[in-house]
């Protein structure tokens, strides 16, 4: 450190992952004679002057992911058998104490009892304008998972909103589709 220059020092460290949620660190620098400080040159002790500190507090804090239908999603709407595209829900997203990377989407078909997989091509995912993956519902399964094609970046304390359509199964003769299911 130059003569008479003021050097600030950053302590940085990564947290155990076995570290409780609530724990608390901090690091900090006692008063003198904490530290020793001697001359580059002349190799003489240097009287130094310490201000004593305890640090910044760092509590661990878990994090954690709610899912909530966005206001934007529709509530209720007609839609053609054959139809592609057809926006079922907008969900929003919001991560906490954190950013998470959601890699992967489980989808539940509801009201079984007048709605049927096979009433469904095909789900995609949606995040703006960019098709981030899809899902099938297979044989009487009401539940499928949509792994992405692209992780979907949820931004610490922000909502993010996913859209969810769907691709209706045709009505008809030997049509896998059922009239006024969904």
Same mark, same amino acid.
């Given at each position: 450190?130059?003569?008479?220059?003021?050097?600030?020092?950053?302590?940085?460290?990564?947290?155990?992952?076995?570290?409780?949620?609530? =724990?608390?660190? =901090?690091?900090?620098?006692?008063?003198?004679?904490?530290?020793?400080?001697?001359?580059?040159? %002349? %190799?003489?002790? /240097?009287?130094?002057?310490?201000?004593? %500190? /305890?640090?910044?507090?760092?509590?661990?804090?878990?994090?954690?992911?709610?899912?909530?239908?966005?206001?934007?999603?529709?509530?209720?709407?007609?839609?053609?058998?054959?139809?592609?595209?057809?926006?079922?829900?907008?969900?929003?997203?919001?991560?906490?104490?954190?950013?998470?990377?959601?890699?992967?989407?489980?989808?539940?078909?509801?009201?079984?009892?007048?709605? %049927?997989?096979?009433?469904?091509?095909? /789900?995609?995912?949606?995040?703006?304008?960019?098709? /981030?993956?899809?899902?099938?519902?297979?044989?009487?399964?009401?539940?499928?998972?949509?792994?992405?094609?692209?992780?979907?970046?949820?931004?610490?304390?922000?909502?993010?909103?996913?859209?969810?359509?769907?691709?209706?199964?045709?009505?008809?003769?030997?049509?896998?589709?059922?009239?006024?299911?969904?």
């Amino acid at each position: 450190i130059a003569k008479g220059a003021v050097k600030t020092i950053t302590l940085k460290c990564n947290v155990s992952s076995s570290a409780a949620n609530g =724990n608390s660190f =901090n690091w900090g620098i006692q008063a003198s004679p904490s530290i020793a400080v001697t001359g580059v040159t %002349s %190799s003489n002790d /240097v009287t130094e002057t310490v201000s004593p %500190s /305890v640090g910044q507090v760092m509590t661990v804090a878990a994090g954690a992911l709610v899912v909530s239908t966005d206001t934007s999603s529709p509530s209720y709407a007609l839609a053609a058998a054959g139809s592609t595209g057809n926006t079922a829900g907008v969900f929003k997203f919001r991560a906490s104490n954190e950013g998470v990377n959601l890699s992967r989407l489980a989808l539940k078909l509801t009201n079984a009892a007048s709605s %049927s997989p096979s009433d469904l091509v095909q /789900v995609s995912v949606w995040d703006g304008g960019t098709q /981030v993956g899809t899902a099938v519902f297979t044989g009487g399964n009401t539940v499928a998972t949509s792994t992405f094609n692209t992780v979907v970046a949820l931004p610490k304390d922000a909502d993010k909103t996913l859209t969810v359509k769907i691709d209706l199964a045709q009505v008809g003769t030997s049509q896998p589709g059922t009239q006024g299911a969904l």
